[in-house]
DNA sequence: ACAGATATCGAGACTCAATCTCAACACAAG
DNA sequence: CTTGTGTTGAGATTGAGTCTCGATATCTGT
C-alpha cells in the first residue's frame, strides 16, 4: 500500500467514514498527477478509464483530502480551485504565470521564519498560509519583451 | 479635491472612458470606508443614502478601480471578494481570523525583499503577490482555548 | 448652449464553479 | 437475511460575478 492510501483509510475510519472505490480511485489520481490538477482533469481522467465518478463524489472526496491533509487546495483566483498531492512532500509556496497559467513551486525558509515571528507579534494563531507571486514566467517574460510596443494585454476575462 | 477623486478622474480620460456621478459615488464610499468591503456593503450604503446603484455598476466601477492601482482587490476564499482602498497607503499582507472573519493588516520590508530576490532566481517577472496568514486573532485564540475540549470546528461551509 | 456621437446605466438574464437533495444502492454487523 | 447507516450520481440549486440591450447621461466640436 503506497501513496497514501493507508493514510487515506484510516483517515476515513477514524471519522467513521467508508473506504470506497470512488474514494480511492480520486485520491489514486491525485497522487499520479504530478502537477496542479482541477476538477475537469480528473473526470476526464476517470472517463478515459471506464470509471466515470460523478463531480459531486469528485469535490466530496476532495474535501476529505483536503481535510486529512493528504492534498492541498490552490486557489489561484481563475476559474477552478486546482489541487496538488502534499503526501510526502513540504509546505511551498507558488508564483503563478499569468501568461501560460504554469505554477512554479518555491519554498524560503526565511520567509516562513518571519511569517511566524509577524503573527506572535501580533498574538496570532497561524492555522495555514498562502503566498501567491502572479507575474511572467522566464519563457513569457522573454515573449512579452519581444512583442513590446504591441498589444501586450495578457489580462484574462474570467473571474478574478 | 481630494481622496483619489482627482487621480480616478485623469485615469478615466487617459482611457477615453467618462467620468460619471455613479462611478464618483463609489469611489467615495470605498474611500469613506476605512475597513475592507464588500460589494453587499456598498449596495447598501447607496440604498440608505437614497441613491441606489445597481450591482453591475458597482462591479464595472470598482474594476476600473483595481485597474488603476486606486483600490485593492481581497480574496480571501470564502464568498464575496473585499476591497480596500490602496490611495494613499503602502503595499501591505493580510492575517484572516478563521473565528471573527477580522483581516488584520501587516508589512514586513524583509518579506518583501526575500520575494524578490526568490523570484529573481527564478527569472520570474512578479506582478503582483498575496501573502495571506489564516488562523485566529488574539480574542478568539482566547476564546477557542477556554472552550477547549469541546467542540472548537470552526470550519466554514461556504464554498472555499 | 446645442447637437451629435458614443460611453454608461440598470434590470434582469445568464454563466459557471461548487454545493445540495434525495432516491437508489452498498456495506458492515447482528 | 435484515436492519442501520454511509455513499453515490443525476440533476436541481446557490450565489458571485458578467453580459445584454434599450434608455439615458456625458463629452466634444461648433
New interface residues.
Partial sequence: MREGKQEFAEWLASRKLRVTGERMAVLDEVMRANGHIDIDYLQEQFRKQKRPVSRATIYRTLSHLVQSGLVQ?V?T?EGQARYEKMYGRQHHDH?I??GCGEI?E?T?D??ER??DW??HK?????????????????KC?AQKASVEGGATDHRRHGR?
Avoid: D
Avoid at 122 to 138: A, D, N, P, S
Fill in positions: 487546495k486557489l483566483g508564483m504565470c499569468l512554479i518555491f524560503n526565511e520567509i518571519l511569517q509577524v503573527c501580533k498574538r496570532f494563531t497561524i492555522v495555514t498560509h498562502t503566498l501567491q507571486i502572479k507575474g511572467f514566467c522566464e517574460s478574478n
